[in-house]
């Protein structure tokens, strides 16, 4: 049992936003898992009303206020460029290095 009320308001995750990796495609299944389990912790434990589990880029393009929108991250580990088109990500468009 929890000590604490339940939630009144849904959530928002903020994921990383990275869904295209290249290689043997386990890691989406591995990604996929980790978001199911976010989930399952989200309604189970937490007792959310609801979630929406959001990629860091779409939301950056939203603060801007623009559905459409060419987003650069810049950090320690590398760079990620990502297209976002009517607020949806064009996953196969994304590019990395580092």
């Not at 779409?58 to 590398?78: E, H, K």
């Amino acid at each position: 049992t929890n000590n604490y009320q339940s939630l009144i308001h849904p959530l928002l995750v903020i994921d990383s936003g990275y869904t295209h990796t290249p290689g043997s495609g386990n890691e989406n299944s591995i990604k996929r898992n980790q978001r199911a389990k976010i989930t399952e912790i989200l309604f189970e434990s937490l007792s959310a009303p609801a979630a929406f589990i959001a990629p860091s880029p779409m939301v950056s393009s939203f603060a801007f206020g623009r559905q459409t929108s060419l987003i650069v991250d810049i950090g320690a580990r590398g760079m990620r460029v990502t297209p976002i088109v009517d607020g949806l990500l064009l996953e196969n468009a994304q590019r990395r290095s580092g």
